[in-house]
């Protein structure tokens, strides 16, 4: 990444033809649009009855079917048309009431039949889109289309020997690709155009969301133009990214390296390249393919795919309230910031988890802090997320009231939350086990007040001299002698009583 935003500033500090250099608002901008492939999450394949199940012995879940034997036929899998229904409503596409599949024809060792099942001149469904969140605002990102297909198998190239090893089982797992606008205009809104689009995937229990692992894989076409030209420019193509992060990078990468060209006079070629994540570069790895160069043509085997609109309805009757829904809600019924919805939304359990603290304990900007502050710093980095919490709702709620009510200062609440994370136990039970139910009683903190009084004599005459701000001073002396365990605000009392008393 440091070389890509190395090469901007060498072309911007080595002396750029001005012929070359766009008009005089200066600079170029860049146009993305995304192509996302989801794994769906059916139990079988596309057009056949293998289990999709990951991580099975290779070629383990594979018939004559997948494997793409002569003589045999594909039977669409209700569930995978069920699941694209569902994202086409939820990203307030057009669902085509008749669609068909095609064959796209190439020939790679992982593609058995020689061409891959998609749909390709009527889709399941076009023109929606997405609203994303960013910094300042939102932005309303276009969707061209969203169809099926059948995903290939893989090939494993790290046996030593002069040879590659082909597993099938991921042949025929239904996918659908979602293809953006060119509506996007930097790494970070394709980064957040990325994440609303999982976070809705995953919300519809559709895909699992899981980049690293393949089942949610983005290709980035980017190009750039002069600032203020209405037309694209040419387009290459980056492929393998398999993290968020990794767009945002080899998008940076791809606009610093096509920006260099163009300020020294060259033309972009339109090509595929794939990102390398350890070097942190793309390379080209083919000129682009054309549609022509596929030779579609309807699939023969597959009637149209016809649905009925009173299923469709159906379908959308049964979509879940959606990321941007709840956003919205948390900010309207709850009264949070945008930020905290954005953030306590981000899962569909993490929203369920913070609604029944809420529930319990009806102070929900309270309620936001902890969950955002204390229990998210806890999860990191457990990718179980929430469900892994060993700190109930209940159990924070049942805290909270234990500070409303001053059993427990805010301090002790620290110690008593990250107690309860380490064991489980109710508030309860461990501020009774670890003495930590907070002072509140004249005749015990008076003596402490007394002795912190005896023990600074020269800031008593400073205070009483006018410097009120030594009060936190003497504050802060008087709770850590009661290791925390006394009364704030009766501390606060006893000490201005005495200091004024004499
Ligand atoms: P293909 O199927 O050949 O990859 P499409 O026309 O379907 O091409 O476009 C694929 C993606 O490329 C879409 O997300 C679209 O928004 C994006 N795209 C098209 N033209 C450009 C361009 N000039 N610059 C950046 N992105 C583009
Ligand atoms: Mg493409
Ligand atoms: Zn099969």
Redesign the pocket.
């Known amino acids: 990444m440091s070389r890509a935003k190395g090469e901007v500033s060498n072309a911007g500090t080595g002396a750029p033809d001005p012929r070359a250099a766009p008009g005089a608002t200066g600079g170029y901008e860049a146009?993305?649009?995304?192509?996302v492939h989801a794994q769906l999450l059916t139990r079988s394949k596309i057009f056949c009855g293998c289990s999709t199940a990951f991580g099975a012995p290779p070629n383990s879940h594979a018939c004559p079917v997948c494997l793409g034997m002569p003589g045999v036929l594909p039977v669409l899998n209700r569930r995978a048309v069920e699941y694209a229904v569902k994202v086409a409503l939820a990203t307030h596409c057009t669902v085509a009431l008749s669609s068909i599949f095609a064959r796209k024809n190439y020939f790679y060792p992982d593609l058995p039949k020689g061409y891959q099942i998609s749909q390709y001149e009527l889709p399941l469904a076009t023109n929606g889109y997405l609203d994303i969140p960013l910094d300042g605002g939102g932005k309303r990102v276009g969707l061209?289309r969203i169809h099926l297909e059948e995903d290939a198998g893989k090939l494993l190239h790290e046996t030593p020997g002069p040879y590659s090893l082909v597993d099938f089982n991921r042949s025929g797992v239904p996918l659908i690709e979602i293809?953006?606008?060119?509506d996007l205009r930097t790494p970070e809104e394709a980064g957040a155009y990325l994440r609303e689009l999982r976070s809705i995937l995953v919300y519809l229990e559709v895909c699992d969301g899981n980049m690293e692992e393949g089942s949610l894989r983005c290709d980035a076409?980017?190009?750039l133009r002069p600032r203020g030209q209405a037309a694209?420019?040419v387009?290459s193509?980056v492929k393998n990214m398999n993290s968020f992060r990794n767009v945002e990078r080899a998008l940076e990468y791809e606009i610093a390296r096509q920006e260099k060209v163009l300020r020294q006079g060259g033309t972009i070629v339109q090509e595929t390249r794939l990102w390398d994540a350890a070097r942190g570069v793309s390379v080209s790895m083919r000129g682009k393919e054309e549609?022509h160069d596929y030779r579609y043509f309807p699939e023969p085997d597959l009637l149209p795919l016809v649905l009925e609109q009173a299923w469709v309805d159906q379908v959308r009757a049964s979509l879940p309230e959606l990321p941007a829904e709840k956003r919205a809600r948390f900010v309207g019924e709850y009264g949070l910031p945008p930020y905290d919805a954005q953030v306590l939304t981000s899962s569909k359990a993490l929203a369920n988890y913070f609604e029944e603290c809420v529930r319990l304990y009806p102070k929900p900007k309270v309620v936001s802090n902890w969950v955002m502050g204390d229990v998210l710093r806890e999860l990191k980095g457990d990718e179980r997320g929430i469900e892994a919490a060993p700190v109930t709702p209940e159990h924070l709620a049942r805290m909270l009231r234990l500070m409303d009510s001053g059993t427990i200062s805010g301090k002790l609440a620290k110690t008593v939350f990250e107690e309860m994370w380490r064991s489980g136990d109710d508030p309860e039970e461990i501020v009774k086990r670890q003495g930590l139910v907070q002072v509140s009683d004249e005749g015990a903190i008076g003596p402490a007040v007394e002795a912190v009084l005896q023990a600074h004599p020269g800031e008593v005459e400073a205070y009483r001299g006018g410097n009120d701000k030594l009060l936190g001073f003497f504050v802060g002396q008087v709770m850590k002698a009661t290791q925390g365990k006394a009364n704030p605000q009766l501390v606060n009392e006893i000490l201005l009583r005495k200091l004024r008393g004499g």
Not at 31 to 35: D, F, N, S
Not at 179 to 182: D, G, H, L, M, R
């Open positions: 146009v993305i649009g995304l192509e061209q293809v953006s606008q060119p076409n980017v190009s694209f420019g387009r193509e549609a």
